[in-house]
């Protein structure tokens, strides 16, 4: 079992900078793929950004692609969010969740919502322009 929990979520200007946080709490979150989606209101959870178990692999969403960075500190349980140059459509619910890396069987999985067992509650971030 992992719990999550995001943190890092508030206001931003368009163009600033914003960090975000999901600290684990459970046995062996080293060895999980952990990835960010967001949700507004009224639409699909989308993928954001994924990191590997490893941390040597990392993809992101086109959106996002060359503003976002992913990472992780294993020793800390921790993954992070480094979201620069927000722009409006950036708002969103965001949340972190963990997946054993057997159930991702193809690239396609790590896009994929079914393949994440374990998510956080969600940290609002407003993109104020």
């Known amino acids: 079992q992992v719990q999550l929990e995001e943190s890092g979520g508030g206001l931003v200007q368009a163009g600033g900078s914003l960090r975000l946080s999901c600290a684990a709490s459970?046995?062996?979150?080293?060895?999980?793929?952990v990835g960010w989606f967001r949700q507004a209101q009224g639409k699909e959870r989308e993928f954001v950004a994924v990191?590997?178990?490893?941390?040597?692999?990392?993809d992101y969403a086109d959106s996002v692609k060359d503003r976002f960075t992913i990472s992780r500190d294993n020793a800390k349980s921790t993954v992070y969010l480094q979201m620069n140059s927000p722009k409006s459509d950036d708002t969103d619910i965001y949340y972190c969740?963990?997946?054993?890396?057997?159930?991702?069987?193809?690239?396609?999985?790590?896009?994929?919502?079914?393949?994440?067992?374990?998510w956080g509650q969600g940290t609002q971030v407003t993109v104020s322009s």
């Open positions: 969740a963990a997946g054993d890396p057997p159930k991702f069987q193809s690239g396609t999985d790590y896009y994929n919502r079914a393949a994440y067992d374990y």
């Open positions: 459970g046995r062996s979150f080293y060895t999980y793929n």
């Open positions: 990191i590997r178990w490893s941390g040597a692999i990392t």
